[in-house]
């Protein structure tokens, strides 16, 4: 599988646990009479059915999932089949208890909760591939299936003996001998060096619990874990049908594993998204989950699924609450916007019971449709068949490439420096973002192995390049070279892929491409503050002030405060036939905007709509369709550059739209 | 033992510890007459005394008890007599370490502090049954002993095989079948489903951690084993002597166990109330703690005892005040207009060492009674025996009665929905309570199984009742029919006692009664609110706002904010002979005391004051006496319906009395 | 050892770790060039080398310590020399798991980081003699070098079973019979009276967690443990040549261990001060690192080292801040003034891996000479020579001695009182010493065993002197009676060496030398304040407020809110030929700043500059030399009482200096 797969329409449904229902039949028969009714076409079924498929040791029970499957098909829904290795059945920690997973402080949990099974254990492998491999058999070549589900929102990692072991192995595959290992991570301090292989344990709070490289290749190595266990998995329903597309369901810039990486083991990229709406600014909420969304789509370099998200409300964060009118249609609209191919819930029906039972869901308690839930689910569902002719639209290519990188973002954390805890590489990167996506550009996201042809793109922005890896320096160097534009910051080319800081001046193998030397880094606490000057304007600097030289650099901005004042803080440098700029501190999301704004308009980078748009709103486009978003609690008048049609509402608007307060719109060039 | 057992006076003293000074006779017989000069009466011995009664194993001395207490009686002091088994000696602990109890966590663990027996211990029983039967023989007839004391403060619960099966025995009683409990547990979620019972296990954070009903069962059978623990050793000393009453010291809202169950196994109910005076607002702590003093009052429908109280300050708070003047009588009054039968101290002297060695005390380090606490001490000794003709005055039958159940407490916090963590059920009920307080009206409370009986009842309040059990729903229609005032708040009839949520529209058979039915749960950030209009008048609502649509009822109060503004908030519906009320938001404390205000002048509910009283006071009657109480830092003038005697100072007053910051009076009416 | 020991110069250098580097040679031959160029003269070598001095069980390499130690003698440069017992290598780990040290929860680590070997272990103690005794044979002779650095900033305690044994010896050694340790640990609170040393085990969160003199006495052992720990490598490494000297590196006002008790075993003083220098007030900050430059002094009375501080910023802290110009040579010159003998950082070079890869450095990864921090550096280098006259004289004699006394900070702590998380022990000596400090006056530090004869003192400072011990009470009750000066605060003479309170009126065995006698302990939250009354001043009071009674004292202040409005909170009490004053509450840097003044005016004790200094900046006297700092953000100029010259720059000044921001000089008088 090497092509996007290609489903029925866009999809909309969700999480469908009939297994919870079993006693409840008429509840199940209710259930698909309301599917229809909120234009529901796809669900995902038998996410944690493990229990209730084998419900003994080898004794499998299919009866009632065949009865689900057959009583969706026969009205016109299709199914999105899981995988039960979410969570494993009690009866298999009782027997096995190896399948447990051993935590960070060496300590082997009880049987309990879900994603928490030992990935190396070879009884849960097995059992996984021999329940994998039955549903594979049985419901492959259903009519119904289009895709399956493996497992669910993997995470973590285990420290049992077996997953030690492999470690080691992992590590020896990495590093040969091991001296080699001792070089990379520097065992010299400490007195950590390592005489057999033995010696070498997971990093933990109660063991060895500093050492930048080793976390970093632990999380490596938990990346590697988990994607061996979903390649098996993939391979296992392959095995009987290999034309049936394979998805797990990611979540948001989950910190665990490299998701360029765990990509690679899927045919589609699917993820679950869950704003907090309404608890603070609702516009820098949409922009962070925006970015998730490009980067989801980049993850592969093609369409995604929506996997999850609520229909109303969540039930575990500190304060949830309920969607204001207008905001699930908008919400809903967000990834559609950015590539997605799905809007998905969880969950279609709230349970009785159970960690979840107040997580929002299409259905409620009360098991009706008379709620705002299920009429804005089914605005959901109607909008979808409306934009029906933009399914294979994808996004059209980006001009302006961001680099975002799960094994820089570890380095950094683990590096410590700076501001320790808190360097904030996920905040910084949305920040620039922010920046462009208001402008309503198109983005793609790289990570530092997967850009290997820069070439595509006219801007390069690369924030926190901290750690440098797949030859990152050379791709820069070409690109700026052949005429590219390249943006990078504080914290760039510090240290190498090997764990070993860089020697010599950095960033290294850039100095020349940027013109400029950094010298020292100083970090404030939240309290303090520097300034930006350039031109003739003054932004604030918070966080973090890096002290650098410019040798061939243009000086563009300077520090305005400290010892530091006057020297540079913003430069320019030409290099072959284009240029390479450098920001040395955190400025504020104003500065980025201006800045930005600046950028593009000279570059002449193409926006999903050329006007200004008022505070809250965003337009992007996807398909010839700009979808403008107002997530101003307020309504919005925007401006438009002639006749266009909604495609939502099949209205036609002359110069403005009026948006109303979480309003959306999906607009085209009206004849 | 089913009447209220009567003691010879008010009783006045403390935890007395003279095991701890046997190396200092001089002192003990100091304390005799120190007692004496402190108008002490009665003395509780012997709690944590089991390794000077038990030394060895199996070889009891009780000859320095033998002497205490007929010193102590001598002196004309009476005994409250403990059970050792608060804290087990040094010697079991070695010689059975399957006595220490096991955590959260599945760790035993090591001898030391105090409260962590585990309760299922077969040896742990048995020799707390032979040092309770050989107590009892010994002492149960002495003329000073008045009063078995159980144990100390039971808390907490063990995760030992012993006390694992013991919990699959609980539930195996209550759910006769797995497949019931599967059922209310609702395992089909996350692939939990048992299929042995051997698979269950106590909830913990490493193993099932978040099945809200499980949770619930949890708190259920922590209870009964305590109860179960406590019934032993009562049905252990009363074997010799069935007349000699039974208690054990209960602790405030107590999250661990149900105390309306635990007190079952109890003849009179006691507890340990300790105040943070001076910290924040005085008239708040105050109202908190005469809540709780009602709440244990109604646990047996009984009057209670103050078991232990500070004469001074405490040693274990983040900051520990001293009492201002005049605060030491006034605390120690709040108890007795609310029911109490006794002003009871930790500790009688400030122990050399250990934990609480800088714990308040009547006798300091310093040994003299020359201090302002041994001079405060003296005068609550003097009060209560000017105000021994209420002794045989029991708190007024109630007109009012709020709900406050344990098991709907837990439901709350388990469920994980709304602001999670924060629904603050106990500051909700207080918060309620205060109002009706302020008003100087008597108040009952019921937990759902106990309040069998509402009719002699004309106003009930039940705040936040999430979790409906024992056929409340019934038990609040008949009430309403019959004509009784009902109020209802958010959250109301959401779950079964059975751990399953309700289906169809909620409030969970009472929407007829209440006329209205509720949609959806909005819950706010602390920096978020909204307001209630009623009336002219608006009030802040904050943290939980549910939308409700009215069906029969009466809109009192609409929403003032948000896109809900102007739906109802504040409603009222008729329904038989009754009416009965709901209110949808958290509203602030000056709403709810305009509200109930209105309701108590409707009903004509008896108040101790008909007057408007002063910021800070508040009056309670008890026996016809009004217990006039100034919570304010300033003196305050209240208004009086005619002339009054106060108890404490035989003085009379005509139309106003003036209490000095922190003064309290004890008013009947004068010939 | 008992005389000082004389080094070659003030060292200037700092930890060097060359075995990172062996693969590195042209690193190695640079690090010469550069120590010269930055005018550095010793070298901390070995710290941690104990993987790379012994690769293999009994198998040492020393060749390339060899070379090492060689190439920097040859280029001039003094080696301090560790033993490696800071971190074992992983073999020793492996092949003895019993080295790992036991946690607080009696759970044994794995192997990593570092100071984490079990100090009983005898496996640990033979390997450690063994190649400590291997070093000395081999390099005690060597001419470069001078001084022995003990392991590694020992910290931390172990509860292993060898561990566990070792503690009852300790107490049976303390206590004799256990009936004595019963007393002294008030056993009967709770129930825990041992009857079987075997009963006794270490104080533990999950075991016995809240006894206050069993916790003092833990710490009591912790420090005798490390001691004996250090005198076992001590007398080790002096078997093979007794005349040179020995230190350990201390760190700051270290909770563990009784530093006044552990610098017995060493024959210099040494620690590593890190200073948060731009974080919060500067000024502030440099007080409390004079204060424990002068304790260090104190520990043995006698010149000290700065073992480490950093050459620009470190990476361990929150918000790591670069060092503003001039700060590095003003911090530098702040041990010298209070008497070091060095100026040494860590590290020379920045590793490219491990924990502290990103810790400030002489040199960075850049390699260059050419950075401000090397510059900053090589300037301390070069004052130090200017400074060379002062080596030999150390700090004056001082007539102000202040109590610092580790044994009553952990009995404060552990006494469960008061704010009791925070009375701020440590807080409230820096309030006072900076008082002092800014006066200009020299300052000893003593504990209470360590004061034998105060005679030398005009004045004697005890700041919240909570356990007496050593018989303090009589050495304070003579100095006062022959004409000293004395000055307690709150909390003092409440507890005995032995554990437990006195009995009595308190402060015990002072009430008659101070006039006065406690009675209650108030304290107040962060928002709550009282105040001072004094002559014509009012002064804010935080925190506590002691209530007390004047006897025979003369009440110069008084409360001035509160029911003890009025009431003495600053006495004075004329005892013998002396004044013993008494400060009741925690009252602010102003007051404390004027009543010192008029204490050292009224007393006539020397200051380094009779002149009012400028905010922020402080004189500090050194063998006739006055080192003039500012710590303030701006210049400052400073009258001078004559013509000086100042040492640095070698330029004389007249009626007055200007200080540039963080600027200092150190001034003689000019001929």
């Known amino acids: 599988m090497n092509c996007t797969p290609r489903f029925p329409a866009f999809l909309h449904g969700g999480d469908y646990n009939p297994d919870q229902w079993l006693e409840y039949p008429e509840v199940l028969e209710e259930d ?92 849960f492998r097995e059992k996984t591939r021999a329940i994998d491999r039955a549903l594979a058999e049985r419901y492959a070549g259903h009519p119904a299936v289009i895709l399956w589900h493996i497992s669910n929102e993997f995470s973590g990692d285990c420290r049992c003996p077996a997953c030690q072991e492999n470690f080691r192995r992992f590590l020896q595959k990495r590093y040969g001998l091991l001296e080699e290992l001792n070089r990379h991570w520097w065992t010299g301090f400490w007195s950590m060096t390592y005489t057999d292989w033995a010696q070498v344990e997971p990093p933990s709070s109660i063991g060895q619990g500093a050492n930048p490289a080793m976390w970093v290749d632990w999380r490596r190595f938990s990346t590697a874990q988990c994607k061996d266990f979903l390649a098996m998995e993939k391979e296992t329903v392959q095995a009987v049908d290999p034309s049936l597309p394979v998805t797990a369901n990611l979540m948001h810039l989950f910190w665990d594993y490299d998701y360029f990486d765990l990509a690679e083991a899927m ?162 990167v949305i920040s620039h973002y922010r920046a462009l996506w208001k402008l309503g550009v198109n983005i793609d996201f790289r990570d530092m192995r997967e850009c290997t042809d820069l070439s595509q793109y006219q801007l390069v922005i690369a924030p926190m390049l901290f750690m440098t890896r797949g030859g990152i320096e050379e791709k820069l160097r070409r690109f700026v070279e052949q005429g590219g534009t390249l943006v990078m910051t504080y914290l760039a080319g510090t240290m190498g892929e090997d764990g070993l800081a860089h020697l010599g001046r950095t960033p290294h193998s850039l100095t020349d491409v940027l013109g400029i030397h950094t010298e020292e880094l100083d970090t404030l606490t939240d309290a303090q503050h520097n300034s930006l000057r350039w031109g003739q304007r003054v932004s604030r600097i918070s966080q973090v002030c890096e002290l650098i030289r410019a040798d061939t650099a243009e000086v563009v901005g300077t520090y305005g405060e400290d010892f530091y004042a006057g020297t540079p803080c913003l430069t320019r440098n030409h290099f072959g036939a284009g240029e390479a700029w450098y920001l040395a501190a955190r400025t504020e999301d104003g500065m980025l905007a201006a800045w930005y704004g600046e950028l593009i308009r000279a570059l002449k980078i193409p926006r999903a709509l050329p006007t200004e748009l008022p505070d809250g709103v965003v337009a ?44 959306v719109c999906v607009l085209t060039a009206a004849e």
């Open 32 to 123: 698909i009479r309301l599917m229809q009714k909120a234009k529901v076409n796809a669900v995902s079924v038998g996410i944690f059915s493990w229990a209730k498929l084998e419900p003994e040791e080898g004794k499998y029970d299919f009866a009632w999932l065949d009865a689900v499957i057959d009583r969706l098909w026969a009205g016109g829904i299709h199914v999105v089949l899981a995988t039960p290795s979410g969570a494993r059945p009690a009866w298999m920690a009782q027997k096995y208890p190896e399948v447990l997973r051993v935590g960070e402080d060496f300590r082997q949990a009880h049987f309990g909760n879900r994603h928490n099974h030992c990935p190396s254990s070879p009884v």
């Open 267 to 428: 045919d589609v990229v699917s993820w679950d998204a869950y704003p907090s709406w309404h608890i603070g600014d609702d516009y820098l909420e949409a922009s962070q989950f925006a970015m998730t969304h490009d980067l989801m789509r980049s993850l592969k370099d093609q369409p995604f699924l929506l996997m999850e998200s609520t229909p109303s409300l969540v039930n575990w964060q500190a304060v949830n609450r309920v969607k204001k009118p207008g905001m699930h249609l908008l919400s809903s609209m967000l990834p559609l916007a950015q590539g997605a191919q799905s809007v998905m819930y969880f969950q279609w029906r709230k349970g009785r019971g159970g960690a979840e039972m107040f997580h929002g869901a299409v259905v409620g308690h009360d098991g009706t449709a008379d709620t705002r839930t299920f009429r804005d689910v089914t605005r959901v569902g109607e909008a979808l068949e409306k934009l029906a002719p933009l399914y294979d639209s994808p996004k059209a290519p980006a001009k302006v490439c961001m680099l975002y990188d799960w094994q820089n973002k570890w380095a950094i954390h683990y590096a410590q420096m700076g501001r320790r805890e808190n360097m904030d590489y996920d905040g910084t």
């Open 620 to 663: 992007q486009e996807r398909g010839g369709a700009v979808f403008l978003q107002n997530y101003a609690p307020e309504r919005r008048i925007v401006a438009l550059p002639g006749r266009m049609r909604d495609l939502l509402t099949d209205t036609v608007a002359e110069k403005e739209i009026c948006l109303p307060a979480y309003g």
